[in-house]
């Protein structure tokens, strides 16, 4: 089988598996957060797991496994929104209520790759938002259609230099809440 071009390889990300790893089905199997880069020192695709969440944003192991001759695996990813801080679009539904439509949220997610909307609050005592440790979790990933904009609001302190120069390539006013 040919190798894949990197050309027709999706977007480096986040994805929720849709089956398992042809070589390795109990470490990477269907249904579950990984990161996916396009690209590696061996000239193949690969994921990474997660290893650590904290402050509700996961951090991913450095290295993983490789993907070769699986491209039912590659077809199979499902593209999932970076973590991040967000505004809705539009009222939503919650189990103790409604959350208005401009509510800021940080949006994470379990290991099962099922978003979770945390609900920011201001800080009594200082001029400072703050996030729960728990939120709203959701199985359905169409709930990713209500937030805005389409990347996350930059944070600083948030996201490391790096993210920081990707996120201010865009426009950050660009198709804020439309």
């Known amino acids: 089988m040919a190798k894949r071009k990197k050309e027709s390889l999706p977007d ?11 070589s390795n089905p109990e470490g990477v199997p269907k ?9 590696s020192n061996r000239n193949i695709p690969f994921v990474q797991l997660p290893e ?16 070769e001759d699986d ?8 593209p999932l929104r970076e973590q991040g801080f967000y505004f809705l679009r539009e009222p939503l539904e919650v189990t103790d209520g409604v959350l208005p439509a401009q509510t800021l949220v940080q949006l994470g997610y379990n290991r099962d790759a099922e978003p979770i909307f ?3 609050s201001r800080d009594t005592y200082e001029n400072a938002l703050n996030f729960p440790e728990s939120g709203y979790g959701f199985t359905d990933a169409s709930v990713l259609d209500v937030l805005a904009p389409e990347q996350p609001l930059i944070i600083t302190g948030y996201n490391d230099e790096e993210d920081d120069h990707v996120h201010m390539q865009n426009d950050p006013s660009e198709g804020l809440l439309n």
């Not at 986040?14 to 042809?22: D, F, I, N, P």
């Not at 249904?31 to 690209?39: I, Y």
Request: charged share 15%; with cysteine; hydrophobic share 40%.
């Open 118 to 120: 945390f609900q920011a």
């Open 71 to 78: 491209d039912a695996f590659i077809d199979a990813l499902e």
């Open 12 to 22: 480096c990300g986040l994805y929720r598996t849709g089956r398992a790893l042809k």
């Open 52 to 67: 650590e969440n904290t402050h509700n944003v996961w951090t991913f192991n450095e290295y993983g496994p490789g993907i």
């Open 31 to 39: 249904g579950v957060l990984v990161m996916f880069h396009n690209h």
